[in-house]
């Protein structure tokens, strides 16, 4: 099985600053991978797949890089509705990651 | 627009049953596969199952294989969520989701708000 880990756990972080995650996987996964966010109570909402291509209508603050089995999520300028829970996911055989949650600094 | 409407959760007891539902509009249901993901409460997500677009291919979680059966009707539009066997840490929120490239798999465009199900006696 495919194992994707993501770090940190917890980002501390205020409103304009420059943010950046990571996730690993296992191994080599090309780019069959997705960054979704979620808030509480909602679903998640996909914002990034393929690794780098960005979903219709998410605001290109947000940009996903990497391939094989490290890849990155930025948000370029945080914006107070960024604050959120984000997950990783290869789709491959679909596993998460357990998440990087962006909290107020 | 695309609309996937979950159902069919409630409470249950340890070792008994339930089927959810899931009800999608706005698409070309039958050229889409379609998956069921859980989310424990305070916990994250987890995949559970997915069908392809005609039912050829079905996949599994192996934290549920054996114990639950996805399948879907395309005439209704529907995919369901067989739940066998249901144990404490079944407990979740079940959200389906649609991949979101045609006749292939692919991430997931599209979420339902989720049906709650909790497994206790």
């Known amino acids: 099985d495919i194992q994707m880990t993501q770090s940190p756990s917890t980002l501390s972080a205020s409103v304009g600053d420059r943010v950046t995650m990571t996730c690993r996987a296992s191994q080599n996964i090309n780019s069959w991978l997705a960054w979704y966010q979620q808030k509480p109570g909602k679903a998640p909402k996909l914002l990034i797949y393929q690794a780098s291509t960005l979903e219709s209508g998410v605001p290109s603050r947000f940009s996903g890089s990497g391939s094989g089995t490290e890849f990155t999520l930025t948000i370029s300028s945080l914006q107070p509705d960024d604050f959120a829970t984000y997950y990783c996911q290869q789709y491959n055989s679909w596993t998460f990651g357990q998440g990087t949650k962006v909290e107020i600094k | 627009q695309v609309q996937l409407v979950e159902s069919g959760g409630g409470v249950v007891q340890p070792g008994r049953s339930l089927r959810l539902s899931c009800a999608a509009s706005g698409f070309t249901f039958s050229s889409y596969a379609m998956h069921w993901v859980r989310q424990a409460p305070g916990k994250g997500l987890e995949w559970v199952a997915v069908i392809s677009y005609a039912e050829s291919n079905k996949f599994y979680a192996d934290s549920v294989k054996g114990r639950f059966t996805i399948s879907r009707d395309n005439s209704k539009n529907t995919v369901y969520l067989q739940m066998n066997s249901l144990r404490a840490d079944d407990t979740a929120v079940y959200y389906c989701?649609?991949?979101?490239?045609?006749?292939?798999?692919?991430?997931?465009?599209?979420w339902g708000q989720g049906t709650l199900v909790t497994v206790s006696s």
């Open positions: 989701a649609r991949d979101r490239t045609a006749l292939t798999y692919s991430a997931f465009d599209y």
